[in-house]
């Protein structure tokens, strides 16, 4: 089984619905799609923002989430692999991330999705800066976000 | 021996530039020796380099730890802990 994966970088917006449909369309192998959307949200520590910043690392950026993809891809029994993240100024309400999995069934889809995620949290070189009442500030890394990634080490995957 | 050197969020604007090509001198032998020789070179390096242990490197765009050598590297990025997705 050859899986597709894709793995982009860009400025701007992305069509999450578009980017799903491509897996299914014109065949009926695939099962279970989940499409996971990573959003900017209006406000950090309960204060209003006006936007983030993700600054990026490019070249190790796509070359982290290949690696990732591509465990995933050994991992789960996956039909194809979607990962976009944006960069630069994103204002609350539009999309950061997106990460599509297909699979035959859900728990393959699910898992892989969320280890994709996880990674990309803490592995994948993105820094969000935040903008808030005309101050812009670093967000720093949770310890809630390592412990998540920190749960698929030497877990056996998913059925 | 020349290295290109990377920074990245705050480790970039503390140091003031976003990369540099530098001479290595003799007998800094790791990623850490490397950031406790830097934040020598002067007051914005002292600044962004002040607590090592929570900035991270990559050589040549793959993740490393503090005590990986650096012979070999042709570009060592240091960053703070990542926070995209």
């Known amino acids: 089984m050859t899986a597709l994966s894709t793995v982009r970088l860009q400025r701007e917006p992305f069509d999450a619905a578009a980017e799903a449909a491509k897996f299914t369309r014109g065949r009926s192998d695939i099962g279970a799609l989940v499409t996971f959307n990573g959003i900017c949200r209006g406000d950090e520590a309960g204060e209003p923002i006006a936007a983030l910043t993700l600054e990026h690392y490019p070249g190790m950026a796509e070359a982290e989430i290949e690696r990732h993809v591509a465990e995933a891809l050994a991992r789960w029994p996956l039909m194809g692999v979607t990962v976009i993240h944006r960069y630069g100024r994103i204002v609350p309400g539009e999309d950061i991330v997106l990460v599509v999995t297909a699979s035959s069934h859900r728990a393959a889809a699910f898992a892989a999705a969320e280890f994709l995620m996880d990674y990309l949290k803490t592995r994948a070189p993105f820094w969000k800066q935040v903008e808030k009442a005309g101050e812009k500030t670093w967000v720093e890394a949770k310890a809630t976000d390592d412990a998540a990634a920190g749960r698929w080490s030497g877990r056996q995957a998913a059925e | ?85």
Request: net charge neutral.
């Open chain 2, 1 to 85: 021996m020349t290295i290109k050197l990377r920074y990245f969020a705050w480790v970039r604007e503390r140091v003031g530039k976003p990369e540099e090509d530098i001479e290595v001198p003799a007998g800094v032998g790791t990623v850490a020796e490397l950031m406790t020789w830097l934040a020598s070179r002067g007051e914005e390096y002292a600044h962004a380099f002040a607590n090592p242990q929570v900035i991270r490197a990559a050589i040549d765009r793959s993740h490393v730890k503090p005590q990986t050598p650096i012979k070999g590297a042709g570009e060592i990025a240091f960053f703070p802990p990542m926070t995209g997705g």
